[in-house]
């Protein structure tokens, strides 16, 4: 797509509300094309909320969200996943109606740049274990198997910026290492992406930028590995 | 009773099931995917079948084409009526508790109804049979059975054919399933739920507009109509099981058998076959045969 902005992705000031509880008090973020920026901070901090009023979900919202220069402050969610973004939620979003095959070409559609290389085959053969499965509905999944899934129908909606937010929760260690794996390899193919987990070292080792928010604030905020050497991120994360 | 008798009412209970599921299919969706309990489905009914009676003069003069026309052109007006009701009403109900869609859309019947009395008046008026289909089909030297009701049991199979394919085999099945089952994941997938929605009840009321329509000359039209298929299709759905589609074919094929037989064998306690199956079988199974997602 055609525009001047170099950042994907300019948050300034964002603000947001569940009811009256002020639960986002100002945050700044900026996401570059194909960068990677990991969101770090305690349970309840506003990680989750950041990402849903980015993605236009959290309605009771102030501050100016941009992506590729293009104003979406006020956007639906349907528009800012149209403008290139992709969501892979917590608790991983599969249709549990949905069969395996139907999950994943429901939403297939060309990236914004006309761009189509994810395809159904080539999705399937970046996670195998999927193929086994394609007749099976969502909810007779492994959350191995669903999280590969909410992945892989992320990524064959083209997207210029991909968001995890807690991807590996609740899985085992070797299926941990696998999702690491394949975030890494969307790290490579030049997809951005914004990544939230627990584990924060691995967080930061596959980042190149760091935000750690308190409660509904920024408190740090720079390259990964600044991020990784502030004396103030333990006691910020409480580890 | 001899087979020839059996077959005949086994052809009208095929017949009363199906129409009984074109209509109760919309209202299981719209309940199973926007969540909204819409006591005026029966209403689409009667406009449907009211539109069948008061249209047909007005093809005739202008198209030609008799009683096709007016099923064409009441099936195009009848996408439009639901689409711009879905804008203009049902949307704000979304986000609503059921006591204020069951309001609403009650309110929305005693409006269909007095515009009914000032348009069309209160009186039951016959609609014709299309001349083609008309005669007659010999099943035995007495019995014979009438072309038009196997045309109406036909366009139904055909119509259910076609809303299972687009249901299961396409993209727009795929995502109306999806909807049904998370809302917020579907729009952060690109989809405007908001645009399927509409789409999903002007779909929902042209089924029970054209349902309406090709029963209007096998049943006339009258006032009140609609309500009485309005109770029996909230039965439907109950049985079925609230919000699947698969359920509400099943058990509006079993009360169209339920209800025929029923008044065939024992003509006494024809009025309560219906609720009696009910019971039983949410006695056997609470949430219907067949309970969605």
Same mark, same amino acid.
Request: proline share 1%.
């Given at each position: 797509m055609a525009t001047q902005s170099e950042y994907l992705l300019e948050a300034e000031g964002i603000h947001a509300w569940y009811g009256s509880s002020h639960v986002l008090h100002g945050i700044d973020l900026r996401i570059a094309r194909g960068q990677t920026v990991g969101l770090l901070g305690r349970n309840g901090m506003g990680k989750s909320t950041l990402i849903?009023? =980015? =993605?236009? &979900?959290?309605?009771?919202?102030?501050? &100016?969200?941009a992506f590729f220069g293009r104003d979406c402050s006020r956007s639906k969610p349907h528009q800012v996943a149209r403008m290139g973004v992709a969501y892979v939620p917590e608790g991983r979003g599969v249709f549990p109606n949905l069969t395996v095959r139907e999950n994943l070409l429901m939403s297939a559609r060309p990236g914004t740049d006309g761009r189509a290389d994810w395809t159904y085959e080539r999705v399937l053969d970046r996670f195998p274990r999927l193929t086994e499965r394609l007749t099976n509905l969502g909810n007779q999944l492994s959350g191995g198997e669903q999280q590969m899934l909410s992945i892989g129908r992320a990524l064959m909606t083209h997207p210029d910026l991909i968001i995890l937010d807690e991807a590996t929760e609740g899985l085992a260690p070797l299926i941990v290492t696998e999702i690491w794996n394949v975030i890494a390899d969307i790290r490579e193919s030049g997809i951005a992406t914004l990544i939230v987990d627990r584990d924060f070292r691995r967080v930061l080792a596959h980042s190149d930028h760091a935000l750690v928010l308190q409660k509904g604030l920024s408190e740090l905020a720079g390259p990964a590995a600044d991020v990784a050497n502030d004396p103030s991120l333990t006691g910020l994360l409480g580890v | 009773m001899d087979l020839t008798t059996f077959l005949i009412q086994c052809l009208n209970a095929l017949q009363y099931g199906l129409l009984l599921f074109l209509v109760a299919s919309g209202l299981t969706l719209i309940f199973g995917i926007m969540g909204v309990i819409n006591l005026a489905h029966g209403s689409f009914y009667m406009i449907g079948a009211y539109m069948a009676y008061a249209l047909a003069p007005a093809i005739e003069s202008?198209?030609?084409?008799?009683?096709?026309?007016?099923?064409?052109?009441?099936? %195009?007006?009848?996408?439009?009526?639901? #689409?711009? *009701?879905?804008? @203009?009403? $049902?949307? /704000?109900? #979304?986000? +609503?508790?059921? *006591?204020?869609?069951?309001?609403?859309? /009650?309110?929305?019947?005693?409006?269909?109804?007095?515009?009914?009395?000032? *348009?069309?008046?209160?009186?039951v008026y016959g609609v014709q049979i299309p001349e083609i289909l008309a005669g007659s089909v010999p099943l035995s030297e007495v019995m014979t059975y009438p072309v038009y009701r196997l045309f109406v049991s036909a366009l139904c199979i055909a119509l259910v054919a076609g809303m299972f394919y687009v249901f299961a085999r396409t +993209?727009?099945?795929?995502?109306? +399933?999806?909807?049904?089952?998370?809302?917020?994941? %579907?729009?952060?997938?690109?989809?405007?739920?908001?645009? *399927? $929605?509409?789409?999903?009840? @002007?779909?929902?009321? @042209?089924?029970?507009?054209?349902?309406?329509?090709?029963? @209007?000359?096998?049943?006339s039209v009258y006032p009140g109509m609609g309500n009485e298929v309005l109770i029996i299709c909230f039965v439907v759905v109950v049985i079925g099981g609230i919000g699947s589609i698969q359920g509400a074919l099943v058990a509006a094929l079993l009360i169209g058998f339920v209800d025929t037989f029923g008044k065939v064998i024992v003509p006494d306690a024809a009025g309560v076959m219906v609720y009696l199956a009910m019971a039983v079988i949410l006695l056997w199974k609470p949430d219907g045969l067949f309970k969605a997602g």
């Open positions: 849903r009023t =980015l =993605l236009g &979900h959290v309605t009771q919202r102030d501050g &100016h969200i | 202008s198209l030609g084409g008799g009683f096709f026309s007016v099923l064409l052109v009441g099936l %195009v007006l009848s996408v439009v009526i639901g #689409y711009v *009701l879905e804008w @203009a009403f $049902y949307s /704000y109900l #979304y986000d +609503r508790d059921h *006591l204020q869609q069951v309001l609403m859309t /009650y309110g929305l019947i005693l409006v269909f109804e007095e515009l009914r009395s000032l *348009l069309v008046g209160d009186d +993209r727009l099945g795929m995502m109306i +399933r999806a909807g049904a089952s998370n809302r917020e994941m %579907v729009q952060s997938l690109g989809i405007d739920i908001n645009f *399927l $929605y509409r789409v999903v009840f @002007a779909a929902g009321f @042209a089924l029970a507009a054209f349902a309406g329509m090709v029963a @209007a000359p096998v049943s």
